[in-house]
């Protein structure tokens, strides 16, 4: 039906209205802690508000992880804080009352059809140890009344580029070859890095400028990557929230 009223409208000339938008962000929000090592979940709250967000990954989050954040749910009272779903994806698990974890997150306006925590190879830094651990989300969202896959990760941060080839590895094994994927992330290096090639041969990347360190920022470490979607505009907000500045991404299918 939708295609034959397209057809329509271009046989008769009526102006075709262009296709819904989805506003995506990445954002790695160091626990809520701003340049100002001051910690500030209200802060980030706004932060992410002002970008108008459909869809938001999250990375360095914490859910009753530590001292820092007050052993705070971030997912939780940020979720609330915007009116949105939430989806959190530990990356580490820890025992106690109530458990401690830290990871990754997707924040949605969407209904949620599916949410999965899938593991990557990662070095772990709790004890150094190499293997499969979890953290590398996966969200199905109904965006309009069509299925989009979220995905959100966060990437090894040590020089030594090994584990993050490993990681981009495998999450194309992960991901779907067909379908509309959204990978949100802070892949703790350049567009221009050996390691993330792989990446760019399946999905086209979106980084409009350099996000890290969030008040003089020089380095391209945050990305956002599409397929099954048009990028309509790409920007890197201000923002001393966190120690990295937001991506936002406008798609279109």
Not at 40 to 47: E, G, S
Not at 112 to 129: G, K, P, Y
Not at 142 to 163: E, M, N, Q, S, Y
Request: no cysteine; charged share 20%.
């Amino acid at each position: 039906m939708k295609a034959l009223l397209l057809a329509v409208l271009l046989l008769t000339g009526v102006p075709v209205p262009p296709q819904a938008a989805l506003r995506a962000v990445t954002f790695n929000i160091h626990s809520g802690i701003g340049v100002d090592a001051r910690l500030d979940l209200a802060r980030t709250a706004d932060a992410i508000r002002a970008t108008r967000a459909d869809v938001v990954g999250l990375q360095e989050v914490d859910v009753h992880w530590s001292e820092r954040s007050g052993f705070a749910d971030q997912a939780a009272e940020l979720a609330r804080a915007l009116g949105m779903r939430v989806f959190f994806a530990p990356i580490y698990d820890l025992p106690g009352t109530p458990r401690r974890r830290f990871g990754v997150a997707v924040l949605t306006r969407f209904p949620v059809l599916r949410a999965v925590n899938h593991e990557i190879t990662r070095q772990s830094t709790q004890d150094s140890a190499i293997g499969p651990m979890p953290g590398f989300a996966e969200v199905v969202v109904l965006a309009r009344g069509r299925p989009a896959h979220l995905w959100v990760t966060h990437l090894d941060f040590r020089p030594d580029p090994a584990i993050r080839a490993r990681q981009v590895a495998d999450m194309l094994a992960i991901v779907p070859d067909h379908g509309a994927h959204v990978l949100l992330g802070d892949l703790n290096a350049e567009p221009g890095a050996p390691e993330l090639a792989p990446l760019w041969d399946r999905f086209t990347g979106v980084q409009p400028g350099p996000t890290h360190p969030a008040d003089a920022p020089r380095l391209r470490l945050d990305h956002i990557a599409v397929s099954g979607f048009s990028v309509a505009s790409a920007e890197v907000p201000a923002s001393t929230a966190s120690d990295h500045r937001p991506v936002v991404a406008v798609l279109t299918r």
